[in-house]
């Protein structure tokens, strides 16, 4: 069962433009939330998180945004570079901070 | 501080062989958790070792067992194995309260 959902495995986006990547998960009680950016053959490395108390958090170019009662979140990249061509891992967790649950993934390509 | 360091960067494995996979976790945390990475499926969670107790496992069949150490270094081991344990795995860890780090992972192919 699939806690947390990304339902676009990939998106395109020129560059200088905004990437929306989009997140949807199905268990309210999860208090935690993160983003995780992968290049192929490496581990997945931390881009920004968010509590569930807040409803956006910012970091330079990124910006996650959550929605509790639609229960979805949302990470926007402003603007969009080549080197952010990776793919995009959006996870939560519950308030144990035992067990960290993955979407699929969303591949993100650049366009120069 | 160092990260999280996995061995071996590579593996080839032939149809009912085992493997061990090991991961050294970043100072001072003590939980170590083991995801695989196939295309298309995303982070599979495996388990979840913390002093040396697995606290969580993952739906994946018994072939699949870890343990961690007094020192909260953690190892993985698949039996039998099949083609479709091919994958990336990957470890991670994490303090308490805080994100989960990973390591590079160990390519996995299964012949």
């Known amino acids: 069962d699939q806690q947390v959902k990304q339902n676009s495995p990939s998106l395109s986006v020129q560059e200088g433009r905004i990437s929306i990547l989009n997140c949807d998960y199905t268990n309210s009680m999860f208090d935690y939330f993160l983003w995780y950016k992968k290049y192929p053959a490496e581990g997945p490395t931390f881009l920004i998180s968010i509590s569930s108390i807040k409803d956006k958090n910012e970091d330079g170019r990124f910006t996650v945004f959550l929605n509790k009662s639609a229960k979805h979140l949302s990470l926007h990249i402003v603007p969009s570079q080549p080197g952010d061509s990776a793919v995009y891992f959006c996870?939560?967790?519950?308030?144990?901070?035992?067990?960290?649950?993955f979407g699929t993934g969303t591949s993100l390509t650049v366009i120069p | 501080k160092a990260g999280v360091t996995q061995t071996p960067r590579y593996l080839i494995k032939t149809r009912g062989q085992q493997v061990t996979l090991s991961c050294s976790p970043i100072s001072g945390h003590r939980s170590v958790s083991w995801y695989q990475q196939t295309p298309g499926q995303g982070l599979q969670f495996l388990f979840e070792?913390?002093?040396?107790?697995?606290?969580n496992k993952g739906n994946f069949p018994g072939r699949f067992s870890g343990r961690q150490f007094s020192n909260s270094r953690s190892e993985m081991n698949v039996s039998t194995l099949e083609l479709g344990d091919s994958a990336l795995y990957l470890c991670a860890s994490h303090g308490l309260g805080e994100k989960l780090f990973f390591g590079s992972g160990t390519q996995l192919s299964v012949l």
């Open positions: 070792y913390f002093s040396e107790t697995q606290r």
């Open positions: 996870a939560a967790s519950l308030n144990t901070g035992n067990q960290f649950y």
